[in-house]
């Protein structure tokens, strides 16, 4: 017996329209940069980059979901990929809003000069 082949069109012009929707917002944000949300902080680290994060997270979660097929795959197996990737985001971001913060406080309240 063969398989039927499925046109998957409908689907792909949907990952597209939401990718294409996620990344307009974005575009639109940084040309725009809303007072509200680029001079509040949260975590040394201004709301609008936050939300950069966050949607940007979004996509990435979704390419996985819809480009490496995870949607059709077994509980355990898509656990298996996610949480290690969400565990390695959050570190790397930990690492990233750490090493950052206190590079701009050294130079910030020391003699060392911005050479850059």
């Not at 949300?37 to 966050?54: E, G, K, Q, R, S």
């Not at 979004?58 to 077994?74: D, L, R």
């Amino acid at each position: 017996m063969s398989h039927a082949h499925v046109s998957n069109t409908k689907r792909i012009w949907t990952v597209f329209g939401l990718l294409s929707l996620i990344t307009t917002v974005e575009v639109a944000f940084g040309i725009i940069r809303p007072d509200a949300l680029y001079m509040h902080n949260f975590l040394t680290m201004n709301l609008l980059n936050w939300l950069f994060i966050i949607l940007t997270l979004v996509k990435a979660y979704y390419i996985v979901w819809a480009f490496m097929h995870m949607e059709g795959e077994k509980k355990a197996l898509r656990n298996a990929v996610v949480f290690p990737l969400i565990f390695l985001v959050c570190y790397l971001l930990f690492i990233l809003l750490t090493e950052g913060d206190y590079v701009f406080e050294v130079f910030k309240n020391s003699t060392i000069k911005w050479n850059f």
